[in-house]
């Protein structure tokens, strides 16, 4: 009796919850399978979010948060779900209180923009909102990257240089200059003595060139050559979140249904046909005879096999 009560009453609360707060529930579900470090599940669930209705949606800058999240009604990847992302999603997210993002520009002058966490961002379609061409926004990433660091490090100099200009005058060595820098509180940019005149003029240059850099960074054009392949697309969401989420390559062919066979999810130990991507292969050789076999993971929307091909 203690664990049928048991049971039915963790029955009822679930079925209650899936009833009520479906996309909520199905979230929840992605979570969890996520932070057991499983993502195997994942396509399966998406697959029973789709049949009651819910979409599935790749991360997205201005909308995602740091792991699965619901928002009208659809559920969103986060951005830590991406492969390389990790604690930067968390970032992204906590600057966003300040204002969603823009566009891709805005994006860098606001995070430090890490170049294989947003390379991987733009392929898993973070940035689709932006621009309709993964590709081109790779391309264009180490360009806006370089320009974003020239941009942060004048604003740097700037800050220190105009809270230090009142007192350089009496600072004669380099150490009473670190000293007084680290007493306000300020990263040490100055680092050999100087005037009140001189370091005037090295403001009036540093508001300069970051005028300059703005300008260029505004000019930074997209590619236009770059072709985008729907499967390169698609084979970057499976590497990046686990899953194909845009589209799947399986969608061009007949449903399993009619055809007359099962899911992978459903085959069971008898002699059955099977159908859906090879996903993984795995050539090897036997010891006793040297002769090849091989081993195969096939998977369709919703679940995966393991598959021996005997010599």
Do not use: C
Request: no cysteine.
């Amino acid at each position: 009796k203690s664990h049928a009560a048991a049971y039915a009453y963790n029955a009822y609360i679930t079925g209650y919850l899936k009833h009520h707060y479906p996309a909520e529930f199905m979230m929840a579900a992605m979570r969890w399978a996520e932070k057991q470090g499983d993502n195997d599940p994942i396509p399966g669930l998406m697959a029973e979010a789709k049949s009651m209705g819910i979409e599935v949606y790749p991360p997205d800058i201005n909308h995602s948060g740091e792991n699965f999240n619901v928002e009208n009604g659809r559920i969103l990847f986060g951005l830590g779900s991406v492969a390389s992302v990790a604690s930067f999603g968390k970032e992204i997210v906590e600057e966003r209180k300040n204002g969603k993002y823009v566009d891709f520009f805005d994006y860098f002058k606001r995070t430090n923009g890490k170049k294989d966490a947003t390379k991987n961002l733009i392929l898993a379609g973070a940035f689709d909102s932006f621009h309709d061409n993964r590709k081109a926004m790779v391309e264009v990433v180490d360009e806006i990257k370089e320009i974003s660091r020239k941009i942060k490090e004048k604003k740097r100099f700037i800050e220190v240089a105009e809270a230090m200009l009142p007192f350089v005058d009496e600072l004669t060595t380099a150490e009473q200059l670190s000293d007084r820098q680290k007493e306000l509180n300020l990263r040490v940019e100055l680092k050999k003595p100087t005037t009140h005149k001189k370091l005037s003029q090295r403001i009036s240059n540093a508001y300069k060139a970051l005028d300059d850099l703005t300008l260029l960074f505004e000019d930074v054009k997209f590619p236009t050559d770059l072709v985008e392949d729907l499967s390169e697309r698609m084979n970057a969401e499976r590497k990046l979140i686990g899953a194909y989420v845009t589209a799947h390559p399986m969608d061009g062919y007949e449903p399993v249904t009619s055809l007359n066979i099962a899911p992978l999810s459903e085959i069971d130990e008898q002699t059955t046909q099977i159908y859906g991507l090879i996903s993984q292969v795995d050539i090897k050789r036997r010891k006793k005879d040297n002769k090849p076999m091989a081993f195969l993971v096939i998977e369709d929307k919703i679940s995966s096999v393991k598959v021996n091909v005997f010599t």
